[in-house]
């Protein structure tokens, strides 16, 4: 079992990152020079890229990495920047997704020594096929990590907090320039029986005011922009104590609605037959929604690459049996809902089990169905990942996440010229009524203390 000398201040992110297959002996323990600066973030990507393309460009267009019994002819995706990192003035750290030749997608882990304009490449790891993690990073008491097969990694090396958890979420956009006056729809995230939200601030420029979307609950931050305004920050900080999530009871009132299509999700007759050859002879709600469950981790791979992914959209994910969490969630609903079985979305954000500090990856989403006269939680594309917690995620959302929105096709007053909101994870930004593709940048911090004492609203 591999052990690395490296602290948790300087190692935070390996708890996402996890590896098989070395292909050089791990890092050893290396003295700080003081004399050296640490890497930034934009020294690591610039790097770790130059490596790539250096090596692709030798090898007839293709990154080749050996892996188990063959050599991957792999080209560049993305780096993920919420995970590079320096460990040491002369160590940094860099994850990045990769595409073979036959359409899987590698994750990709390296280990860098030098200075940021001429690091070297000295160990390079897979950490995930499809998603799919090999290994999880433990932290012993000394401070050091070392890996840990999945088939023995715990809940929490799983990113499974059981009970609640509490922590300070920040939700953060960085503005382009701005060349007309333009709009931007931030999720606002509410109580309910799941999640306690204590607001604690929020930094915009221009004018802002808050939205209301009745029809899902949700609430949404209006920031009005002029030109002056771009290049500025857009932040909000909230406190939040999370209850894990299980069945739970609740009247119905509008079935009609919660199984009616979302534009990206018709109810095709694709999608009636297969509902309904899945479902042939179960003979309860619950059986058929374990059945839905099942026929989406056996049909879908998680796969970030191409074009059309990660928009929820039905005909994609039926087409390329692909995508991330929306696409897989997007096809359950979908079927559950051809099948007679009420069901909805949501999107928020899976916060770091294993880490207590520190950037997110990315939005993550979620469902629900409507069986026995409860709403069941599920995470398909969670259980896709870590196959022995299948049972878990069908009927429990663990107490490490956030929701920030509910429902598809989000319609607010005022609203974009564009029309109805796909989903509001990342906001939604228009210029000059032209929408502009805008990520947000998403952070946490775990606390001790329950945000009740900040005069949470009741938690259940």
């Not at 609903?333 to 909805?344: D, N, Q, S, T, V």
């Amino acid at each position: 079992m591999a052990v690395f000398p490296l602290r948790l201040g300087s190692l935070l992110l390996l708890t996402a990152c996890a590896h098989q297959v070395t292909s050089a002996p791990a890092p050893a323990a290396v003295k700080k020079p003081v004399e050296q600066a640490r890497a930034v973030t934009a020294d690591i990507a610039r790097g770790i890229e130059r490596h790539i393309a250096t090596q692709s460009a030798a090898q007839q267009g293709f990154f080749r990495l050996p892996f188990e019994d063959r050599e991957l002819r792999l080209k560049l995706v993305r780096v993920h920047l919420e995970y590079l990192a320096s460990l040491g003035p002369l160590k940094n750290f860099a994850c990045v997704d990769l595409v073979d030749t036959d359409g899987e997608v590698y994750d990709v882990d390296f280990f860098m020594d030098g200075p940021p304009d001429d690091m070297v490449v000295t160990e390079t790891t897979v950490h995930k096929l499809n998603g799919k993690p090999f290994y999880a990073w433990e932290q012993a008491a000394d401070a050091t990590w070392h890996r840990v097969p999945m088939d023995q990694a715990s809940a929490k090396l799983k990113d499974v907090v059981e009970g609640q958890d509490t922590f300070e979420f920040v939700y953060r956009v960085e503005l382009p320039k701005l060349s007309a006056p333009a709009r931007l729809w931030v999720p606002v995230p509410t109580s309910d029986r799941s999640q306690r939200i204590v607001p604690r601030g929020v930094t915009a420029p221009g004018r802002q005011r808050t939205l209301e979307d009745p029809a899902n609950a949700n609430q949404v931050l209006l920031v009005e922009l002029e030109p002056k305004d771009g290049e500025s920050v857009v932040e909000l900080r909230f406190g939040v104590e999370r209850f894990e999530k299980g069945p739970y009871a609740a009247p119905l009132a509008d079935r009609a609605r919660f199984l009616a299509p979302d534009r990206l999700a018709p109810l095709t007759p694709e999608i009636e037959r297969t509902a309904r050859e899945v479902t042939a002879n179960k003979a309860t709600d619950l059986i058929k929604a374990r059945a839905l469950y099942d026929h989406v981790m056996d049909r879908m791979s998680y796969k970030r690459v191409g074009e059309g992914w990660g928009k929820g959209d039905l005909v994609y994910a039926c087409d390329t049996r692909s995508g991330n969490c929306s696409d897989y969630h997007t096809y359950f609903i979908a079927l559950a809902r051809a099948a007679g079985l009420p069901a909805r979305f949501a999107v928020g954000a899976t916060i770091p089990a294993a880490r207590d500090s520190g950037g997110i990856s990315s939005y993550h989403c979620w469902a629900e169905f409507y069986a026995d006269g409860k709403w069941w939680p599920v995470d398909i594309s969670e259980a896709d990942k870590y196959s022995n917690l299948a049972t878990y995620y069908f009927g429990h959302h663990p107490a490490n996440r956030i929701e920030l929105s509910r429902g598809r096709d989000l319609v607010l007053e005022p609203g974009p010229a564009s029309g109805p909101i796909n989903f509001l994870a990342h906001p939604m930004l228009e210029v000059d009524g032209k929408p502009v593709r805008q990520l947000g940048q998403f952070s946490f911090t775990r606390e001790a203390s329950p945000v009740a004492a900040a005069g949470g609203a009741p938690a259940r």
